[in-house]
């Protein structure tokens, strides 16, 4: 398997899915989509493969969206494609067949705050500065990634860390819930690998049917609500708040945002 963003190594029962755009702290463009979407596919196809660990190249785990391919000027078709895009990928690291271990460092930001999310299992580097930061820069949350993070850390920390924006360290995510375990940075792929190597001694099938049942149980009723992602993206992509927001993020500078 070759992809222009990402790498799949390892042979066997356990693979790593790298995300490998580091000059770039592996910010997400259309490519990183469509290459974890067929990555995903892929692996769903290998008979004995029992755990995929997702992780970053370089000096961060994601940095989220690449924003030089999102200019103002984005008509809503292309804002609501591209909304389903992203959730078609989360979705398929949620359904891969085999077991997935986010194995996450430094930054992780917007889209790669919550890549983790669509994952079994969490491991955050001591380094880790973890944001969501969407709304900061004047969109919603989209990938329908709201579901998974209320039901890793509940409603009123969902809504601190979405609406708010905070940034919080790997030690701060363990305590919360968002994340299994904490490490120091040069064991963290030691301790996915020995997360990955204890979920491979126990019997495959009672773990694939685990899986889907509290899969499908958490995520019974996110389909409901996927329309309205796409929705708030259209509508937020062309709202005035959108370029005040996303310059006054980047100056540092307070916004001053206009009614709508």
Known sequence: MEFETIR???????????????QIHNAINKQFGKDLLAACRELDEIGDLRVVIIRGEGPSFCS??????????????????????????????ANLNAVTIACIHNHCIGGGAVLPAFCDFRIAARSTKLTINEISIGVNLSWNAIPPVVQLVGPARAKEMIILG???????????????????????VPAGERLAAEICRQPPMPVWSTKASINAYTRALDQSIQHLDHLSMAFMGKSPNLRIARESYFAKTRPNYVDE
Do not use: W
Not at 64 to 89: C, N, Q, V, W, Y
Not at 166 to 188: A, C, K, M, S
């Open 8 to 22: 799949i190594n390892g042979d066997g029962p356990i693979r790593h899915i790298v995300l490998n755009r580091p």
């Open 64 to 93: 989220g969206a690449d924003l030089k391919e999102r200019p103002f000027d984005e008509t809503s078709t292309s804002i609501i494609s591209r909304s389903k895009a992203g959730m078609r990928m989360a979705d398929a690291v």
């Open 166 to 188: 905070r940034t919080y360290t790997g030690e701060q995510l363990h305590n919360i819930g968002y994340v299994n375990d904490v490490v120091d940075d040069d064991e963290l």
